[in-house]
Structures are given as structure tokens and as C-alpha cells.
């Protein structure tokens, strides 16, 4: 949670698509969570004919979530009572787990839960009994794309869940997002961020890496663009979020690495996905390596975006070759 809406935002958000496709809006929605993601995703809904209560304890969230169209309100509680659907867009389980001991007595019997956040397996899986014990549904939905795709409305779905609650979320999720997938039952939709993540941190250090011995060897960040985007190491941190300024004009190395994902968020995920790697098994040594590159890194730059991790690998290969 926190603070959200920039120019850029408010442009996108003017601009996307209606992905209601048409559909009459009946749905009265409860959103907590008002933050880079959050913000934009409720306002979304807000401009599709969404009947929207918001909550999040930070002022500049609130008078953002105003601004866009939503009712704002004074505790999670409120946000979720009489409501059809209630999503969350939070910073880790515990506090999902958290805010559902409020969220829950709160709500109408049959309520449908679509938590958003970023989660362990286990945190989602929990979640989901609480909410079937107190008589509700829940789906676990966390997304991919961004505040960039947030602000869009294109993010990518990746859901867990009952087949019968997904398809009464499909209409809802369209809204915010251009793929909605149903990765299977309870706490799979988390699965599919976590292993997401994973690669694409990976991917990052792996073209980082990359781009520095190109400096190194004289090669322009224009060639290595240029060839390698066309080539076999091409890959989306590339061609969609290349951590050097120049290639491509929207990432974030454009903007002195001002956050679309921040590195704070990738050494969560990192973690998470180590976590899972260590309990399943699984021998993941670029994974586990890569948790462990991104927890340095954030020590002192958890504010960047996640990109920014080739400036630490410039600066470190600097300092050895010194």
C-alpha cells in the first residue's frame, strides 16, 4: 500500500480500453490496498461502472482513490461489508491473513475474495480456508505488468481457485487485465507468480551481466540491442525492460531507475521463490543465487526499480578490476 498516480498514469488509465466488452456492471466490489498497483486497479473499475468502496490507511492513497471516482472508507471492515466481490492488493500474507480476520465477519455470506498480493503458497492456501470457513470464496489472482499495466488495465491474471468462482471473477478481472488465466485450484495462481519471478529475476542478472562485459569489450548498448533482440538470447527483460538507457524508451533506466517494480518487491519474490524451492526439493541454484544477489542489492536500493541491478554489477566489476 501506498502512494500511487503519476501524469503518465492518469493518461493511460484516459486512454484504455472499455474491457467490459459491453456487459451491464452489476457487481458492488470492496477494494483494499490502494497503492502503485492497487491505485490504478481500482480506478479502473471505477471507470468501468463499478460500484467501488476503498480502503487504505495512507492519506495520499485515499485522496488519490477520491480523485479517481471510488468511495473511500474509513476501515477494511467497511470496505467489505455488503459488498459482492472484495479484492486485495497488499504487501505480504501475514497481513492478508490479517486483514481477513477483519474482512470476514464483516462481509455478507457467499462474498467472493480475490486477493491480488504477491503471497507464499501456503499464506494463499490459508487464506482460502478461512474464507470457506467463514462461509465466503476466494480465489488467490495475483498479476504481472506492472504499475505501467495497472494503469492500462493489461496486467496478466494468474488464478487459483474454483472453477465456478473464477468464472463469476472473470468479468471483474477483465476490467483490470488484457490475459486472465486459471492456473488451477487453491494457491496455484501464487505458484505461477512465484516461478514468473524467479525467471524473470534471473533474466534480468543473466542480460545485466550481459550488458556490462559488452562494455566492457566495446560493444555499444545500441548494437547489443540491436543483435541481441533479434538473436537467440532475446528475452521480455530486453525487449520490454531493458535495464540500460537508450534501446527502449519506457524502461525504467530512462528514468534514473524511478520504480515500476521495485527492487524491494523482487527480493520478496526472490525469497519467496527460494522458500519454495527449498521446501519442494527442487535444485535450484540460479534461483537460490539469484535471491541471494537481489538481498544485497536491496539493502541499499530497495527504492529503485529492480532493473537497476546492473548499475551494482557495473559498479562491482569496476571495483575488482581496480
Not at 550481459?210 to 533479434?230: C, I, N, P, W, Y
Request: hydrophobic share 45%; glycine share 14%.
Amino acid at each position: 500500500m501506498g502512494r500511487q498516480g503519476t501524469g503518465f498514469a492518469a493518461a493511460q488509465r484516459a486512454r484504455r480500453p472499455d474491457n467490459t466488452g459491453g456487459k451491464q456492471v452489476t457487481k458492488k466490489i470492496g477494494f483494499l490496498g490502494l497503492g502503485h498497483m492497487g491505485g490504478p486497479m481500482a480506478a479502473n473499475l471505477v471507470k468501468a461502472g463499478y460500484d467501488v468502496l476503498a480502503f487504505d490507511p495512507v492519506p495520499a492513497a485515499q485522496e488519490q482513490a477520491r480523485k479517481d471516482g471510488a468511495t473511500v472508507v474509513d476501515s477494511a471492515a467497511a470496505a467489505a461489508a455488503g459488498r459482492d466481490v472484495v479484492i486485495t492488493m497488499l504487501p505480504n500474507g501475514k497481513l492478508v491473513l490479517d486483514v481477513y480476520a477483519d474482512l470476514l465477519p464483516a462481509a455478507a455470506a457467499g462474498t467472493l475474495f480475490i486477493d491480488c498480493s504477491t503471497i507464499d503458497v501456503a499464506d494463499a492456501k490459508a487464506a482460502a480456508v478461512l474464507a470457506g470457513n467463514a462461509g465466503h470464496r476466494a480465489l488467490d489472482a495475483p498479476v504481472s505488468g506492472g504499475v505501467a499495466g495497472a494503469a492500462a488495465g493489461t496486467l496478466t491474471f494468474m488464478v487459483g481457485g474454483g472453477e465456478a468462482d473464477f468464472a463469476d471473477a472473470l468479468d471483474v478481472l477483465q476490467v483490470m487485465g488484457g490475459k486472465v488465466v486459471h492456473c488451477g485450484g487453491s494457491g496455484v495462481g501464487q505458484a505461477a507468480k512465484i516461478c514468473n519471478n524467479m525467471l524473470l529475476g534471473i533474466s534480468m542478472i543473466g542480460l545485466s551481466e550481459a550488458l556490462v562485459l559488452g562494455e566492457k569489450l566495446g560493444l555499444s548498448h545500441r548494437s547489443f540491442f540491436d543483435v541481441v533482440s533479434t538473436a537467440s538470447g532475446q528475452s521480455w527483460a530486453l525487449t520490454n525492460y531493458c535495464p540500460v538507457p537508450g534501446p527502449v524508451p519506457t524502461s525504467p533506466a530512462n528514468n534514473d531507475y524511478q520504480p515500476g517494480f521495485a527492487t524491494a518487491l523482487m527480493t520478496k519474490d526472490l525469497g519467496l521463490a527460494a522458500n519454495a524451492l527449498r521446501d519442494n526439493d527442487v535444485d535450484g541454484q540460479l534461483g537460490l543465487l539469484a535471491a541471494e544477489i537481489y538481498a544485497r542489492f536491496n539493502q541499499a536500493q530497495a527504492g529503485r526499480d529492480f532493473s537497476a541491478i546492473v548499475t551494482d554489477i557495473r559498479n562491482r566489476s569496476d571495483q575488482e578490476g581496480a
